[in-house]
């Protein structure tokens, strides 16, 4: 790790740190959230290597880390980018359900798992894959973990935003070759799913059906769209014939709070968080 990270760091009291990593096929995200000074994010960023094993590429990240892991965070999140997500009713608390459930939208991969995360905010629950050689791995260098898949983080903030509306609420998070889509009723959880398109017909194709199963109203609820400013802007226009209220959350100013209270990482498009400073 470069020193200049280290010295932002006071690894003699770890506990006023939560440590969340967020792992994606393009680039491993670390981030200390210092609870004593003002919600102060430490973030730092690892590329990976393409041709090598998740497992192989945490090895390698967590050898140039050592010295964090000996520390005893506050909390440590592990976040998981993949698509591969299925929502149910927090009332489903049976593990064979959550399996079923998964298993007719996907299959699981050689060395996988199922993990599921409970939302304390919108009324569900998300079950997702793992490796389970990672996870074995993460347990035994942090000890106590907690896994969530990261678009998981997204709907929470969604879910936290929608709570301040009087109507119901559509976000729309447009990242590369996929979008994710996401309902509220205030912080209830409505709909959620992920869409792959590049284009923007085929995503006013995704948005306006989903605004249409759901019986929005073109008057009185809300679209919400968050992207950089020229996708934000097409989507705006072609859309505003359609819906009359559309707020967009500008990247940049998402970026702003992609943390959430608790010092998880928010953002689940990994490109939006990867600079020229990698680490």
């Not at 005893?72 to 079923?100: G, H, M, Q, W």
């Not at 699981?108 to 798992?113: A, I, N, R, V, Y």
């Not at 903030?157 to 509220?184: D, M, P, Q, W």
Request: glycine residues 4%; charged residues 25%.
């Amino acid at each position: 790790m470069k020193k200049e990270v280290l010295d932002l760091i006071d690894l003699n009291t770890p506990q006023r740190y939560t440590l969340s990593i967020r792992l994606a096929s393009d680039g491993f995200c670390f981030s200390l959230y210092d609870r004593l000074e003002n919600g102060k994010v430490i973030p730092f960023f690892y590329k990976v290597d393409a041709v090598s094993s998740e497992l192989a590429n945490i090895k390698g990240v967590f050898d140039n880390i050592r010295e964090l892991l000996t520390c005893s965070f506050f909390k440590v999140y592990i976040l998981l980018d993949t698509d591969r997500v299925v929502t149910v009713p927090d009332n489903i608390l049976d593990e064979e359900d959550f399996e079923a459930a998964y298993s007719s939208c996907y299959d699981l991969q050689p060395g996988e798992k199922i993990l599921y995360a409970v939302s304390k905010v919108n009324g569900s629950t998300s079950v997702f894959p793992i490796n389970k050689y990672v996870k074995s791995f993460l347990d035994e260098t942090f000890g106590e973990v907690e896994f969530l898949p990261s678009a998981n983080a997204v709907m929470e903030h969604c879910s936290l935003y929608s709570g301040k509306e009087n109507t119901k609420s559509l976000f729309v998070y447009v990242g590369g070759e996929r979008i994710l889509i996401s309902a509220y009723d205030k912080a209830k959880l409505l709909f959620f799913n992920f869409f792959d398109c590049d284009c923007d017909d085929d995503r006013l194709f995704y948005i306006m059906n989903s605004w249409n199963t759901l019986s929005f109203s073109q008057t009185d609820d809300k679209l919400w769209l968050v992207s950089d400013g020229e996708v934000t802007d097409k989507l705006e226009r072609s859309l505003g014939k359609y819906v009359a209220n559309i707020g967009k959350l500008e990247r940049n100013e998402y970026l702003k709070n992609v943390f959430s209270e608790n010092g998880i990482i928010l953002n689940f498009d990994f490109e939006a968080l990867i600079t020229d400073n990698i680490i």
